[in-house]
């Protein structure tokens, strides 16, 4: 990689572009993409004094509301502001329209095989999928089996990360198929820039997203009970000290929810109950934001102090609908991630329209020979962990790190995936008074109701530290508002 | 609506009457203390603050030395539960538990009460005005008011916003009768005196309105009769039995529970009495035990909203 030769002017003095790294907004001859020609220019015309008050009138805007997330392992200040850059991220409608496309078959596939390996797993049977990869996978659950779940679906909501590699083209990095959080900040990142960029904002033709809450609420009115006209439907949350319980309040009021916590509800005949001041009150529908493992304390975890005793059971029984169902883990296993474009082939008999990253499975012994002669290319990610922990990234780390990594791989194969160390798209990002450029990616929401709906747009994620390939809000990265442009 | 919001509602209210009440008093106190001569027992003074609050001064001997100590104990020592920054931490944390109850609007107001306090240093409001800065806790507080009735549904939630603070209220305003009713009757020097008896209505905020009932003539019998009996100023106790009383005859009627049980009859009993008592009955009587009652009373109130409303048992709900 060699730093570009062409030069910027104020304010992108600081601007590089990087050979084998796709620029969202510069074209390899360091002249703005046509859908950024409109916000390049702006920026031109602006001083950095303007830029930065309108950087402060914004980070206000998510102190005051309290917009905040709690980073795990801190005493003191666990409340962070989840740092908000102010410059948008442009998709053109072109390329939305085959992320759009890729993602619904995706998550078609994906709901497809999880009732598939839940009943019988015909696509064991066939040899498509291994099935000690399924049986071992820990987020595979013993007692969904021939459970059934409200019309078949097992994810209504997913997050699903997507990158953009060096040709422009973008790849599926990771499925998050449990509890995918920050789709407040994709909603309170757009709010926030109406306020600071109001008149650019309204002559770019930008897709609205407003209207996710609504989207979720229909997805979550497709489980319940067909009987039920007005169903109660809850929204269970592991409490405020939970990392993402604004995002639970937020999307609690955007639906006009009850936003619960374990100690709220009981069981009581295998029927789910809320505690309210008129008394017990039936819940039919739960949007749940706690892990399996903590949600029944009778059926998984016995410790756990925030789920619901006997919640499974009345599950098991039809009396209540979660979203998503238990047991979806297992599709978002880093290793079941491999054979993803196999699966959509499979049910659909389709090609995957947005490719994965090529991937080493560390339980495959010529890939992990592989791995473990290349461990300082490439980024080894453990297969259950999500959030940026329990990763190494080959080119960044030390030789004692990857010697530990080395000793954990021979001893644990299954649970470590290997990945080239891919070159995230960068896009431009305020920093410290200058526009530097930053990695990025993009998480997409997707809802999977009545139909797939995917609001345009998502939440870019930014590797704030320079040349840092971490996005994760634990890990130092921000995020920023993606437009999703009309024709 | 949930029993755990009601619960983290009433005490999120309750939290900012008792941190409002406590910046009142302190500021009252101090401002007391500028003049008073040598003959008035300082520490006198100070150790009846304490216990006007349900505070005892045991493991920190010297908060009764000085008023920079006390007030500090009072206002931002993280050690003691009961002090104004400790007490609006638990508001706030009250409100962080229900806020997509609340408006966005009250969310901020106590949300930035909060931060202001966290700024805030001891050294620092004494060196400027510490009148200044209980001004802006009281403020806080009443803003935060203001913009509950503007910016909230009269729902059952707003309801037991009013039940936390009028509670809260109506028993402080008791034991702070209770604890410095002696303390009024000794007529030392003609101003000290009349100082005290100022300084305990506006520890309530009762001075103007007292005055308007009578006169700017300060009798002990007169102010027991104004706290305890008045009907319209919002600082005393029948008036804030009254909104109790109200508040659970709405919370009973929205929620279908009906007002036919213990706790409708222990709120009613209790603004009867004070409705119907005499005041030369009180006084002549055994008045220490009477507010001690009604301190009593306050928390039977108490605990049947909670057996009612918040942790009734299954079979309670059927």
């Known amino acids: ?487 | 609506m949930l029993s755990r919001v009601a619960d983290s509602l009433y005490w999120l209210s309750r939290y900012l009457e008792r941190a409002e009440h406590t910046a009142r008093m302190l500021d009252v106190h101090l401002n007391l203390g500028l003049d008073q001569s040598q003959g008035m027992s300082v520490r006198e003074n100070r150790e009846r603050l304490m216990m006007s609050m349900w505070q005892t001064a045991a493991g920190s001997n010297n908060v009764l030395d000085d008023d920079y100590r006390l007030t500090d104990y009072l206002t931002f020592d993280t050690n003691n539960p009961k002090s104004i920054v400790m007490v609006i931490a638990a508001a706030r944390e009250n409100a962080r538990q229900v806020r997509e109850q609340i408006s966005s609007e009250m969310w901020m107001q106590i949300n930035r009460l909060y931060l202001d306090m966290k700024c805030a240093t001891m050294p620092e409001i004494w060196e400027h005005q510490p009148h200044e800065f209980f001004r802006m806790v009281r403020e806080g507080s009443h803003l935060f008011q203001g913009i509950t009735d503007a910016t909230m549904n009269r729902d059952e939630g707003w309801q037991f916003i009013q039940l936390g603070r009028y509670i809260e209220r109506a028993a402080s305003i008791a034991r702070l009768l209770d604890v410095n009713f002696n303390a009024l009757l000794i007529d030392n020097e003609a101003g000290g005196t009349y100082l005290q008896r100022i300084g305990l209505l506006k520890s309530v905020t009762s001075f103007e309105a007292y005055c308007k009932v009578y006169h700017a003539d300060m009798q002990p019998n007169w102010i027991v009769e104004f706290l305890l009996f008045n009907a319209d100023f919002p600082h005393t106790i029948r008036f804030c039995i009254k909104q109790v009383c109200q508040a659970l005859e709405d919370i009973a009627v929205k929620s279908g529970r009906g007002t036919n049980n213990r706790l409708q009859r222990v709120a009613g009993r209790l603004q009867s009495s004070l409705s119907f008592d005499l005041v030369d009955d009180v006084l002549s009587g055994d008045l220490h035990r009477y507010l001690f009652d009604i301190q009593h009373q306050c928390d039977l109130i108490h605990m049947a909203l909670y057996e009612t409303y918040i942790t009734y048992t299954i079979e309670a709900s059927a």
């Not at chain 1, 850059?85 to 759009?100: G, H, K, N, Y």
């Not at chain 1, 590699?165 to 959080?181: H, I, K, Q, T, Y």
């Not at chain 1, 259950?384 to 990763?391: A, L, R």
Request: charged letters at 20%; glycine letters at 8%; one cysteine or more.
């Open chain 1, 1 to 487: 990689m060699t730093a570009s030769p062409h030069t910027f002017s104020p304010p992108f003095a600081n601007y590089a572009l990087e050979s084998g790294c796709y620029d969202e907004m510069f074209t390899d001859n360091a002249s703005p993409r046509e859908h950024y020609r409109a916000l390049h220019d702006r920026l031109l015309d602006l001083t950095q004094e303007e830029l930065g008050y309108r950087q402060q009138a914004a980070d206000l805007s998510f102190l005051h509301q309290g917009i905040t997330f709690t980073v795990y392992g801190h005493e003191e200040g666990t409340e962070k502001i989840f740092p908000y850059d102010l410059l948008p991220r442009i998709i053109t409608s072109v390329e939305w329209s085959t992320i759009e496309k890729g993602l619904q078959q995706r998550i078609n596939a994906l709901n497809l095989f999880l009732h598939d390996i839940y009943h019988g797993g015909k696509i064991i049977s066939d040899r498509v999928v291994p099935y000690d990869l399924i049986y071992s996978s820990k987020h595979f659950r013993r007692e969904m089996r021939n459970v059934d779940v409200p019309r078949n679906i097992y994810v209504s909501v997913c997050g699903t990360d997507l990158i953009r590699m060096a040709d422009g083209r973008f790849a599926v990095l990771e499925d998050n198929l449990r509890v995918p959080s920050g789709v407040s900040y994709m909603l309170a990142n757009r709010q926030v820039m109406k306020r600071v960029f109001p008149h650019m904002f309204a002559n770019y033709g930008v897709r609205p997203i407003d209207y996710y809450g609504q989207a979720l609420l229909n997805t979550l009115r497709h489980l319940a009970p067909p009987h039920n006209p007005n169903p109660t439907i809850v929204l269970l949350t592991p409490g405020v000290y939970n990392s993402a319980y604004f995002e639970h309040t937020f999307l609690a009021r955007l639906m006009g929810l009850e936003l619960v916590e374990g100690r709220d509800l009981l069981v009581h005949n295998h029927v789910v109950y809320m505690r309210t001041t008129a008394g017990l009150r039936r819940v039919d529908v739960i949007y749940r934001r706690i892990d399996d493992d903590f949600i029944d304390p009778l059926a998984f975890r016995g410790d756990s102090m925030l789920g619901v005793p006997g919640l499974f059971n009345a599950y098991r029984a039809g009396n209540v609908a979660l979203a998503n169902a238990i047991g979806t883990g297992v599709a978002d296993d880093k290793a079941v991630y491999y054979y993803v474009p196999k699966i959509i082939k499979y049910y659909l008999n389709e090609d995957p329209i947005l490719p994965n990253i090529d991937t080493y499975l560390c339980m495959d012994d010529t890939h992990r020979k592989y791995v473990i002669a290349n461990l300082d290319k490439l980024v080894v990610k453990a297969v259950g962990e999500s959030g940026g922990y329990g990763m190494l990234i080959g080119p960044h780390s030390t030789q004692e790190e990857r010697n530990n990594f080395r000793d954990a791989i021979n001893a644990n194969p299954r649970n470590y995936i290997a990945q080239p160390t891919i070159q995230l798209s960068r896009a431009p990002c305020f920093v410290e008074g200058q526009i530097e450029s930053r990695h990025v990616d993009l998480r997409p929401y997707i809802l999977s109701g009545d139909n797939v709906t995917i609001v345009p747009g998502g939440l870019t994620r930014v590797a704030l530290r320079r040349g840092s390939l971490v996005v994760n809000s634990s890990q130092g990265g921000g995020s920023k508002d993606t437009w999703v442009l009309y024709e």
